[in-house]
């Protein structure tokens, strides 16, 4: 298994590599210049300008720049935030844990309704249940998050005003009243999102263990005499992971994108909504680092998912 | 079953085709599994309706979607305003049916651009064996593992001005939109046809089409592309309703189309600051799309079940 795990992360590090590339890429062939407001400045003279160019290494082959940007990367030296006049690090410092919480929160709503719905459904198909939920699932995920999430501000803020619409980073209460006040303002994003996973995923955990279900081995189960419980629980669910783990972690992309767009919607300050208001207000240096910081956790929730396709699957983590 | 089934085909679907009673073709075969799929036949319908609504609408329905009113700021659906107005007046059923053709169409457009690069990455990939299909399924998972909304967003930021000098406002956009959208969407492709592919080449008839002495390119588009379609075509129908939801979220962040330019998600992003005092201003954009995804989603079920008979139960 150790062997198994430090396989996957060698094999993580390149995809990272590459992600980089592509970045920066982006930003070498971007048009438009960090220099336009100097050089629209005319309290700057032209030559202090080139100088300040050489200086910065602007005039450098773009692999050049690519290697001072990277291993400043990797050096926690993230760059100056144009617009709030802090270092990206701290920035995004503060930001990240509120993110983290809500995908987390709304992922494990997802499970927790994905799993049951579609092992029920998988086990009696084309039952009456099956239909339901199979059709509230197409629902589900043709229905856009912002949508959603806009309905469900419409029904349960404004018109029977349960919970707030605007997220609240600075809550002055303490102790349990803070505590509930962050639950009651998280339950409509992570409720949007999660809802949103929970119907796609329902629809592979539904296909998966009716892949599995119709095997020997699920027979053999049977005919030992072991109950319908322990059969599904031990031996049908375990297996039917597998796959869905893999379409789970293809998934993680989506996932960060929907968290993007709830966070807009609620204005809750993660660092989805950073990305956004760095985006109007050309900030660069934040909008790279955010970039990078969503590619870094789609690259780290691959490998967790790896990991646990290992755990899933033992075969797997021998070849 | 053999007596009564082919009968029942050439009289509803087949028979248009101009075959013999006794032999059904493929894609009557087809039509009528796709038929058998209730939610799938009937979407298809809703789907045609709002798709000749919007292109023809507009023809019939004269209403600008910039025509300001004053006098009818945010009113409710009435029989002069069938879907309401805005904030400035302008009649919502004309704004709608405009956007939902650029709607459409970036979905169309962009399912192309995915459906185009994923079949020849993947066809390359798949008939190519060692280090090219290595190289090109790194990068297809490289693809695959970027945080896609981000970047659609950066991309659209550093590029959005470029392009709008040269191509103008609507087509600069459009083509950016579509570009980005879709150079995002083929990585899911190529892998199914390459998958199609490793099957497909090592079957009888592709060995006869060799061994008679067809060219690789004759072999790839003769015998294996066109048997290898049906997978993609589902991906396809799939691919329309994605990219419609790319592009409402997009415009919903802002920062797609330019304001003056009505898509569905454009409309939403207007309207949402006022969900309170005008319900049915983000209501019909959002029904809009949620009809559009869902009827576009249940075909691709219907047509998964249609064309790929070895699924179905």
């Known amino acids: ?319 | 079953m053999a007596g009564s089934t082919p009968a029942s085909a050439t009289a509803d679907g087949a028979a248009a085709l101009g075959k013999a009673r006794s032999s059904v073709s493929p894609w009557g075969e087809a039509w009528r599994r796709f038929k058998r799929h209730r939610l799938a036949y009937w979407s298809l319908w809703v789907l045609g309706a709002l798709m000749l609504a919007v292109l023809f609408g507009p023809l019939v329905y004269k209403v600008g979607i910039n025509d300001i009113d004053f006098q009818a700021r945010l009113a409710g659906p009435s029989l002069k305003h069938p879907l309401g107005t805005d904030d400035l007046g302008r009649d919502l059923l004309a704004r709608v049916l405009y956007g939902g053709r650029i709607s459409l169409a970036v979905g169309f457009a962009a399912m192309l651009v995915a459906i185009v690069v994923g079949v020849t990455i993947g066809a390359i990939a798949g008939i190519s064996r060692g280090w090219i299909d290595t190289a090109l399924m790194w990068v297809t998972d490289l693809f695959l593992s970027l945080p896609q909304l981000p970047l659609l967003l950066v991309l659209i930021f550093f590029f959005r001005d470029p392009l709008k000098s040269v191509f103008g406002p609507e087509a600069g956009i459009f083509l950016l939109i579509v570009v980005v959208i879709g150079g995002f969407r083929w990585m899911p492709v190529a892998r199914l046809v390459r998958a199609q592919f490793f099957s497909l080449r090592e079957k009888e008839f592709v060995e006869a089409a060799r061994a008679l002495g067809a060219s690789t390119q004759r072999q790839v588009v003769r015998h294996i592309l066109p048997n290898s379609l049906g997978p993609v075509i589902v991906a396809a129908t799939i691919d329309v309703a994605a990219a419609i939801i790319a592009e409402s979220t997009l415009s919903f962040l802002g920062l797609g189309f330019p304001p003056d330019i009505p898509t569905w998600g454009r409309i939403l992003f207007d309207a949402k600051d006022y969900l309170d005092i005008a319900m049915h201003w983000s209501m019909f954009p959002g029904l809009a799309i949620f009809v559009t995804v869902l009827t576009i989603n249940f075909i691709g079920d219907g047509l998964r079940d249609a064309l790929d008979p070895r699924r179905v139960m």
Do not use: C
């Open chain 1, 1 to 319: 298994m150790g062997n198994y795990i430090l396989r996957r992360v060698l094999l993580a590090l390149p995809s990272l590599l590459g992600i980089s590339v592509i970045l920066f890429t982006v930003l070498a062939l971007a048009p438009g210049d960090p220099f336009e407001e100097l050089a629209t400045n005319p309290n700057v003279p032209p030559e202090v300008r080139l100088a300040l160019r050489a200086q910065l290494g602007l005039d450098d082959p773009v692999w050049t720049r690519y290697g001072h940007w990277l291993s400043s990367m990797l050096k926690g030296d993230w760059g100056f935030s144009f617009v709030s006049r802090i270092d990206v690090d701290t920035l995004i410092m503060q930001r990240l844990p509120v993110t983290i919480v809500i995908i987390g929160a709304s992922q494990i709503l997802a499970l927790l309704v994905a799993l049951p719905v579609g092992i029920l459904a998988a086990v009696k198909p084309y039952s009456w249940f099956d239909r339901i939920a199979s059709t509230l699932s197409f629902i589900g995920f043709s229905l856009p998050t912002f949508f959603t999430g806009l309905l469900f501000i419409l029904f349960f803020s404004i018109q029977l005003d349960w919970f707030p619409f605007v997220y609240r980073a600075d809550i002055s209460a303490t102790g349990w009243q803070w505590w509930w006040e962050h639950i009651r303002q998280s339950i409509m994003p992570v409720a949007v999102l999660g809802l949103f996973q929970a119907a796609s995923w329902m629809r592979y955990v539904r296909s998966s263990v009716l892949d599995v279900v119709r095997l020997d081995y699920v027979s053999t189960a049977r005919s030992k005499g072991l109950s319908e419980r322990v059969v599904i629980n031990k031996h049908v669910v375990r297996n039917a992971l597998i796959p869905v783990v893999t379409l789970v972690a293809l998934q993680m992309p989506a996932i960060f994108g929907g968290a993007i767009v709830t966070e807009q919607i609620f204005r809750i300050p993660g660092i989805g909504s950073l990305l956004i208001d760095a985006i109007l207000r050309n900030d660069t240096p934040v909008i790279m680092a955010v970039t990078f910081v969503f590619s870094g956790l789609v690259i780290f929730f691959n490998l967790v998912a790896d990991l646990l396709y290992g755990w899933l699957d033992p075969r797997i983590s021998y070849r």
